[in-house]
């Protein structure tokens, strides 16, 4: 998915925000009765293509959504909340599917906690520092959930490789 600047970028990993409060919201609100949304993905059940380098258990579990591993520890700061942060990023699907990458563009600029990104973003890149490479896979619950987002099906675990270029 190609997006041409990083206003719309951050647009676009904004309102995947709204997208996943919304669908939960909704699902939240059938007040007991049955509802039609699909479960979300469970990262610890999924088969990854083998090009995305993913190995669970060498990786941290934030939480039954979110695992990390660095794979490059940066020698800068690290990175505090409200901080406007670049960032040099690629997106997977888990079958190895790249869906989009700033790579040769523009880089992403975000303010980190501030939900100018999927949450998995604010979480996972929490605690790196500025130089630092790092890996994410982030189940639907805190990427763009029952809803998914352009190239992007719905209830996807997502794999990314992000690093951190700049913070102010």
Known sequence: ML????NSRR????SSVAAVITVALIAGCGGGGETTTP???DPATETFASSLGVDLASMTKLSPDLYI????????AVVTDGQLLTMIYT?????????DTDIGRMPLTFHLNRGEVIPGWDQGITGMRVGGQRLLVIGSALGY???GRGPIPPNATLVFHVQITAAQ
């Open 11 to 14: 647009a676009f990993l904004r």
């Open 39 to 41: 479960p979300g993905s």
């Open 69 to 76: 591993k660095d794979v490059t520890v940066g020698s800068g």
């Open 3 to 6: 997006i041409a600047s990083s």
């Open 91 to 99: 997106g997977w699907l888990t079958n190895g599917s790249q869906f």
């Open 145 to 147: 959930g029952a809803a």
